[in-house]
């Protein structure tokens, strides 16, 4: 039977098919490989009803799936969702605006396939609106072609807005703790589906109370899949998106002298120029030259584990190889 998956953990995972919420095993479904291990939001084939316990058989090809890259020294990615339409990326205006990590999480947005949208929540925390103008503008430049929309879920400010973005398909709620996403989740879904906690009162970061990333079906239309808050946001092969957050920066680069410029102190380098001249801030280009030297060493690493990887497969079936030709031979008469 096809179905969604709406959640996935230990092993076990919800499908969501014309008969009805499934609960169903992963051990078919479950490669080595992280990036192919089923995700909320996959589309999937599960057996039909009589099964005990019933199997997810095969998992349908994604058309979109954001990854980040793991905590762990492997340089592996972790899949957060697949088949997503929009990248909802929370931000709080309870605490000061980190514009680099803005720019990390756009460049997984982008990269996955998804369009990207920024939503600054508490808005009603900042009631001057020149004051959230310049807010707002100031991540507009961060994120060029994204639409930045302020929210508060108290007031219901831009929240009719946020509602007819995520009606159209798959959206993923992201965001680090106390961004308010679980609030933003359930005021779109207008009843308390996700428990919601307090930020710490000395820092402003929240608690994690969302710990598994769950599909809900948004009255309005649309889906929408709230996840857990994010402490690392490590870009995994992220060269496009990258280039999609600092699309200036790119297309300065085409003017350069050389096409191969590092932009750190070639002749003729048309992104220096721009820095001099003040039209691209320093701040933008520190910005740039760390995610894409963090993107080479992940993509470094991830071609090199991949080249370990294959040169074992070959070692262990040649000497599987040689193992089979041995005992051939010795079982060969005289």
């Known amino acids: 039977m096809p179905g969604r998956v709406v959640r996935v953990d230990r092993g076990r995972c919800d499908v969501v098919t014309a008969a009805g919420t499934v609960r169903a095993d992963t051990a078919f479904v479950t490669p080595h490989d992280p990036l192919r291990v089923i995700c ?13 316990p019933r199997y997810v058989r095969a998992c349908l090809p994604r058309r979109t799936a954001f990854v980040r890259s793991t905590s762990s020294r492997r340089s ?4 957060l969702a697949a088949n997503v339409d929009h990248a909802v990326i929370a931000v709080s205006l309870a605490v000061e605006l980190d514009l ?16 990207p949208l920024v939503v600054l929540t508490k808005a009603d925390l900042v009631p001057d609106a020149t004051a959230l103008s310049y807010l707002v503008r100031d991540v507009e430049t961060t994120a060029p072609g994204v639409q930045v929309l302020p929210v508060s879920s108290l007031t219901g400010e831009g929240m009719d807005v946020l509602a007819a973005v995520v009606s159209g398909g798959t959206s993923v709620l992201l965001g680090v703790s106390g961004a308010g996403k679980s609030t933003l989740a359930n005021t779109l879904l207008g009843e308390d589906a996700m428990e919601v ?15 598994t990333r769950n599909l809900l079906v948004l009255p309005g239309g649309g889906v929408l899949i709230d996840t857990p808050g994010l402490r690392g946001v490590g870009l995994f092969d992220a060269g496009t998106g990258v280039g999609e957050v600092f699309s200036e920066i790119e297309d300065l680069a085409r003017d350069c002298r050389f096409h191969d410029c590092a932009h750190e102190a070639e002749p003729g380098c048309a992104v220096l120029a721009a820095l001099a001249d003040g039209s691209l801030p320093e701040r933008r280009l520190e910005s740039y030259r760390k995610l ?18 294959i040169r074992r497969d ?21």
């Open 40 to 52: 909320t939001g996959d589309w999937a084939a599960v057996d039909p009803e009589g099964g005990n």
């Open 76 to 79: 592996e990615g972790q899949i």
């Open 100 to 115: 680099g990590r803005i720019e990390r999480f756009l460049a997984l947005a982008w990269e996955s396939g998804a369009q």
């Open 197 to 211: 906690r307090s930020t710490r009162d000395v820092d402003g970061k929240g608690r994690h109370t969302t710990t």
């Open 292 to 309: 894409v030297r963090e993107n080479q060493r992940i993509v470094a690493k991830t071609d090199a584990r991949l080249r370990a990887e």
């Open 314 to 334: 070959w070692k262990r079936k040649h000497a599987e190889g040689r193992a089979a030709g041995e005992a051939k031979r010795a079982g060969r008469p005289r």
